[in-house]
Each structure stands twice: as C-alpha cells, then as structure tokens.
C-alpha cells in the first residue's frame, strides 16, 4: 500500500461495511471493530492496568504479552472515562460510565486499513490528548470521533483517556512517598509506547506519529517535546493552545496536596501518617471528582494566573519547566505546529470559570503574586502592556491581557526558542460565526476543535450556525484537516494549494497563518504584542 498523499487513501473496501468485522492483531491482543461506511473503529481498548487499589496515585503499569486475553475482544463500546463532576460544557456522550478503572484508548482508520497491517508502509498515526483543565473531558467526547479524520486524511488516529485532578495531576509525594507525582502525564507516556508498540495491528506506521491535542491536551504535547522518558515516542507535533506556563513546582504541589487533606475533612496535624494514607485511599471516586471541582474553583481565586490540577516540575518525570528546556535548545527536535484563537478568554468568561483572571483587581493580584516569585524578572510596566490593547474598553483590555498571559505570549515564547531546533509552524485562529459573535464567544477557546476533527454540528442542540456560515465554515475545517493531516504525513502544512505559502516562524518575520474565512499569511501578527510584553517569560513556579 502506498500512502504518500492524505486524503488519497488506496484500501479496497469493495465488500461493503455490512459483511466485515475487522480484527486487529496485537501483543497484547486481539481486537474486533466496527466496520463503518467512512472509518473502521476500536473502541475501549485497554492500555495498561488499571490504576486502582495499590495504584492509585502511582505511575501506570503498561500491559505485557501475558496480559493478552485469549479470546478476541469485543472493541465495540467505549471503555470508562475518569470520574468527573459533569460540567453542561463538556460532552462525554451518550452512555459514559465513569470509573477510576478508565486507561483506554480508541482507533480509527481508513476501512481495512487493519487487513493491510503486514504492508510494509503503514498510515500516519495522529494520536489525541484531549483538553479539560486537567479536570475535565475524555478522549469518547462527540466532537473526537475520529472518522472524518482518519478517511479524509488518509491515517490512524487514536484517542485515549487519561487520570484526572486529584486522581491524576495532585502530587500527593510530599505526604507520603509511596505517592508518585504526573501520575496523569505518566498515564500519556504509556499510551504512546502502546502506540508505538501495538498500532502496526491497525494498519499504522510506529515511525510516523503525531501527536496533537488542545487547552489541557497540548499542554501536555509541548510538555512532552521536553521530557526525556518521551523520546522517540513521537515524530511531529501539534499544540492548539497550550498553557505552557501552567506547570508548577514541588512547593506549589504540596501546598495543594495540604488545600485538597483539608477539602477531605483529613488533618494531618491531629493524625498519623498511616491515617491520612487511610483516609485518601478511603475517597471514592465521586469524592476525588468533587474535591477536583472545589479545588478547581478555590485555587485560582485565591491566587490568580494558578491552576490548581497541572503537570509538577517533579525533577524526574518532567525535569525542568518546559519553557526552560525549549529556551536552552534541548527540547526534542520536532517539527511543530502551534498557535492559540484570537479570543481565547471569551469562553472563560461566558462560563462565568474562574481559571483566568480578566478583571482589573485579579489581574494586579496576579502580576503582584508574580513579582514576589521572581524577583528578580523585570516584569514589563503597566503602560508598556496596556499599549498593546489602546483604545479598548477595559472589560476587553482584560481579556486580552488574560488570553496573552496565559496562552498567546507562552505560544510565541515557545515558537521562537522551538524554531532554531525544528520547524515550526504558528497560527491564529480567527473565524468565527455570527452567532458566536452576537454571544461575545468570537473565536473563543476551544472554538477550533469541531474544525480540526470535521465535526461540524456534532450534536442536535448546536447554535453555531444558526444565523448562518455553515458553507464557509466548512471550508474553513477542509482546510484545517488538510493542514494537520498533511503534516502527519511528513508533509509541509501548506497541503498543496492552499492560498499562501505557510514558512516557519525562523525566517525573519515571525509570519503567522491566520486562519479565517480566507487562510493569510501575516508577517510579524504579534509585534505590537512582543512589544507589549518583551521576551521574559512570565508565570508561577
């Protein structure tokens, strides 16, 4: 089989979906699909023990070949998702079961893709990290359901659930030391090696992996890109808003390790160590969601520009903060796509969400809490970062403020240390509708993702284009499933004619794609904000 081209898939599917149940052979297992009209899918396939009992709050234990059932498996529903207070925003789809027994992954591929597996080319693999906060979502939402992608773009694309809040991203080491920090990023890790070992079964290419995410998700993508246990798991990489700074310390860590003893009703001043071990493992489920949900909403009040749920810079897992990485050359050599939407924090106020700050008095707090943790940062003056946003009423000078913080300004920061190691490729994602504008969403965060999946209307209650724009937003997601996957395919995100020629970010002029109704490149987008904030990276530890 010959792939050199998405979207140019060459199987044979002349049986027709109705008479084939495709398998897929592995190490670890045979697995039966369901053979669809555009896609054949897996779903619910088990990637490492489950973290339950001992494991909780321990890194993932991967699966080995005595793992392997001996029957073939049935890989027709979705496995459990991590427990989670439902949030309105965030659509598990119909029928999820939440359960901290919740490592699986799902695939997708062109139709017969898996009856090619012994070809000596395999498909490009895209591999999902979806987004969340670290507390939210999982890799069966509707709007990841992989057909579209995979027939269109001509590869594999995997989705995959990972451990959650205090279940996955609550450092719980400076308690106990049988607790082991990134237990959620350990949790990435392990599914990437199942890929690498275990996805040539499905028809796909262990040599040509992508891997993409969004918000949470590609936070955890430019994580990886600097952490050593991650090399050669990957070959190119996308990252749709990414908080990069969003990673803190040890001493951040335990400090909410103490918050989360105290939300539990466990003093670990009155008690034995034995007894608060006893009293965490003693937490179901449901009560580590809803501990996750109050303290989700309590640490970022208490200290704006902090999450309360992220990776820890642990020293051993993620060694340094990636920032630190990319700026001293030595993240991994990856070509990269990047970029953020051009009104990111729009969402966050529309949910009334605490995780950012976009008012004027939590704003001052967050630059006053970020002076005290870096003294020795000049952190840019009040008029030079207000320059940037002149002539804009000061609710909206707060959310510009608020979306460059957190995400445009760690983007840019990292695109221009990452390009004099690797390609890299920056976007601004501008469309939006009209009905999206008449919400004040904009292209808010997160507004990209039915794009890049071509998942337009994914459910019966979407508004997006209600008051129109469904023909040019379609051709706004061709163009973005064109891009990514032509990437994954080794290729140059242009994919053939696509208007301008998208260069990478170290040819002089900072261009960045701007994705709207029409693709444009624009040189140096982002000047105005390079001169608002200057090139010291901004955060907490």
């Known amino acids: 089989m010959k792939h050199d081209e998405p979207g140019t898939s060459t199987v044979s599917h002349s049986t027709g979906a109705a008479s084939r149940a495709p398998l897929a052979r592995t190490g670890v297992g045979t697995y039966r699909g369901i053979a669809g009209e555009r896609a054949d899918v897996w779903r619910g396939i088990r990637y490492a023990q489950p973290p339950v009992g001992e494991l909780r709050w321990r890194r993932t234990v991967p699966l080995t070949a005595d793992d392997a059932p001996v029957d073939i498996v049935d890989a ?36 017969g893709s898996s009856e090619h597996a012994d070809d000596a080319v395999g498909l490009p693999v895209m591999v999902w990290l979806h987004g969340g906060a670290y507390v939210l979502g999982s890799g069966c939402q509707p709007f990841y359901e992989g057909s579209n992608l995979a027939a269109g773009g001509d590869v594999v694309v995997v989705t995959l659930n990972y451990r959650l809040g205090v279940l996955g991203f609550a450092d719980l080491s400076s308690i106990d030391p049988r607790f082991e920090s990134n237990v959620g990023l350990s949790d990435v890790l392990t599914a990437l ?102 303290l989700f909403e309590k640490v970022p009040a208490e200290t704006p520009g902090t999450i309360a749920f992220a990776p820890v810079i642990d020293g051993d897992l993620l060694p340094e903060h990636p920032l630190d990485v990319y700026r001293a050359g030595r993240a991994h050599p990856v070509p990269l796509i990047i970029g953020t939407n051009r009104d990111e924090a729009n969402l966050f106020k529309y949910m009334k969400s ?129 891009r990514w996957t032509a990437f994954a395919h080794g290729l140059d995100p242009d994919a053939g004619s696509l208007g301008d020629h998208w260069p990478t970010y170290d040819s002089g002029h900072r261009p960045v794609l701007r994705i709207d109704a ?12 390079w001169e608002a904030w200057g090139d010291e990276v901004l955060g907490f530890r």
Not at 241 to 257: C, D, F, I, L
Request: with cysteine; glycine share 10%.
């Open 518 to 529: 029409e693709d444009r490149v624009v040189q140096n987008l982002d000047g105005d904000l």
């Open 193 to 294: 090696a199942w890929v690498r070992d275990h996805i040539a079964g499905f028809g796909g290419d262990p040599d040509k992996v992508t891997v993409f995410g969004e918000s949470a998700g590609a936070g955890l993508v430019t994580a990886l890109l600097t952490m050593p246990a991650a090399a050669g798991l990957f070959g190119r990489a996308i990252a749709q808003s990414s908080p990069v700074t969003s990673m803190y310390g040890a001493e951040r860590a335990a400090r909410v390790a103490g918050q989360l003893l105290a939300v539990a009703g466990i003093d670990p001043a009155d008690t034995e160590t034995a007894d608060v071990i006893a009293g965490l493992e003693g937490l179901d489920g449901a009560q580590c969601a809803a501990i996750t949900t109050e």
């Open 76 to 111: 027709s529903t979705f496995g459990s998702v991590c427990p989670q207070v439902v949030n309105p925003a965030v659509k598990l789809g119909p029928g999820a079961v939440m359960d901290e027994d919740c490592l699986f992954l799902n695939v997708w591929t062109p139709p």
């Open 354 to 482: 605490p995780l950012m700050p976009i008012t004027t008095a939590d704003i001052e707090r967050m630059f006053a809490g970020m002076a005290k943790e870096y003294p020795d940062v000049v952190l840019p003056e009040r008029a030079q970062v207000l320059s940037a946003y002149s002539g804009l009423r000061p609710k909206v000078t707060g959310l510009g403020v608020a979306r460059d913080v957190a995400f445009r300004m760690p983007t840019l920061w990292l695109a221009e240390a990452q390009a004099r190691r690797a390609p890299v490729y920056v976007y601004r994602y501008d469309w939006t509708t009209r009905m999206f504008r008449l919400l004040g969403l904009g292209a808010a965060h997160a507004t990209e993702v039915p794009y890049v999946w071509g998942n337009l209307g994914a459910n019966s209650r979407d508004i997006t284009f209600l008051l129109g724009g469904r023909k040019p937003g379609e051709a706004v997601s061709e163009r973005m499933m064109r």
